[in-house]
């Protein structure tokens, strides 16, 4: 009962989901921006990003130029049809797509 208790009234994110947390409330996420993205799922969920919608622009993802992983977030530096180069970041727990800010 205790464990319940601390997960209503903990302030942190959990793996529960019970209300979903907007990007900039995610800790050390506060100059990110949430985006929608359709992803390719194939043997793993979100494997790659197939499209993206920034500021009600439809963008299609041409070429993956790389990807890593870290401990509970994916990040692609993808190409798009517009021709510029975005940097997305997937936040594995919570189902959310970040677009990184780019260089200064």
């Keep these: 009962m205790a464990f319940l208790r601390w997960l ?17 409330q995610l800790p050390g996420n506060k100059s990110l921006k949430e985006i929608k993205v359709i992803a ?6 979100n494997e790659r990003p197939l499209r ?6 439809d963008l299609e993802v041409e070429q993956i130029i790389d ?5 509970d977030h994916d990040y692609f530096k993808c190409l798009a049809n517009d021709g510029q180069v975005y ?11 970040f677009l990184l800010p780019g260089p200064k």
């Excluded at 209503?8 to 907007?22: A, D, E, M, V």
């Excluded at 993206?52 to 622009?57: A, N, Y």
Aim: proline letters at 4%; hydrophobic letters at 30%.
């Design 8 to 24: 209503l009234i903990s302030p942190y994110p959990t793996i529960f989901n019970l209300g979903r947390t907007k990007g900039s």
């Design 40 to 45: 390719y799922s194939g043997y793993k969920a």
């Design 52 to 57: 993206l919608r920034i500021d009600e622009k």
């Design 67 to 71: 990807r890593w992983y870290g401990v």
């Design 87 to 97: 940097m997305l970041k997937w936040h594995r727990t919570h189902d959310q797509w």
